[in-house]
Antibody, heavy 114, light 110 residues
Framework: EVQLVESGGGLVKPGGSLRLSCAAS????????MTWVRQAPGKGLEWVGR??????????DYAAPVKGRFTISRDDSKNTLYLQMNSLKTEDTAVYYC?????WGQGTLVTVSS | QSVLTQPPSASGTPGQRVTISCSGS????????VNWYQQLPGTAPKLLIY???ERPSGVPDRFSGSKSGTSASLAISGLQSEDEADYYC???????????FGTGTKVTVL
């Protein structure tokens, strides 16, 4: 059974940092392009960014609102995806999902507030 | 920011057919495939349609997708109460070099 389990969410002050993790199982993680998508309370889905496989260079792409502040990485030895979020803003408050595009995690809530 | 436009709501009675549109541009729908996601209340999104009109295993054939030019559509035939959800289209955008989602459509079963 495929599982994606996000963790690391919580309350953080504006300007602070947080690192989200996504533990994957049930599929060949090393061969999967992985994506982060977020959803602000009561709002629609917003693509955050993605990372390709190491074989394809591990290239990352980011949405304009997070570029330069967020970093996506992966540890294929641990089947884990990460999202390092720095210089957080109140508008980054959202549920953050990791996804292969096909499979989705349950999400983890990040709240940025003073 | 959503660059794909969907109607905010759609509704129908059980058994009816409902269609949701998704309007984009040449840099996204016009040059890339479209996926559709279903999000039931309080849950994570679920892939409903990929590559414009393909259904993942387990998705009922009541759901179908199509694409023409810079627009795409999702049709739900034989509407059921469990289809009440938010629906989002998505496509890669070559100009933004990122994926873009639609504004979302809330489907209500009357």
């Amino acid at each position: 059974e495929v599982q994606l389990v996000e963790s690391g969410g919580g309350l953080v002050k504006p300007g602070g940092s947080l690192r989200l993790s996504c533990a994957a199982s049930g599929f060949t993680f090393i061969n999967a392009w992985m994506t982060w998508v977020r959803q602000a309370p009561g709002k629609g889905l917003e693509w955050v960014g993605r990372i390709k496989t190491k074989t394809e260079g591990g290239t990352t792409d980011y949405a304009a609102p997070v570029k330069g502040r967020f970093t996506i990485s992966r540890d294929d030895s641990k089947n884990t995806l990460y999202l390092q979020m720095n210089s957080l803003k109140t508008e980054d408050t959202a549920v953050y999902y990791c996804t292969t595009g096909y499979y989705w995690g349950q999400g983890t809530l990040v709240t940025v507030s003073s | 920011q959503s660059v794909l436009t969907q109607p905010p709501s759609a509704s129908g009675t059980p058994g009816q057919r409902v269609t949701i549109s998704c309007s984009g541009s040449s840099s996204n729908i016009g040059s890339n495939t479209v996926n559709w996601y279903q999000q039931l209340p309080g849950t994570a999104p679920k892939l409903l349609i990929y590559s414009n009109n393909e259904r993942p295993s387990g998705v009922p054939d009541r759901f179908s997708g199509s694409k023409s030019g810079t627009s795409a559509s999702l049709a739900i035939s034989g509407l059921q109460s469990e289809d009440e959800a938010d629906y989002y289209c998505a496509a890669w955008d070559d100009s933004l070099n990122g994926q873009v989602f639609g504004t979302g459509t809330k489907v209500t079963v009357l």
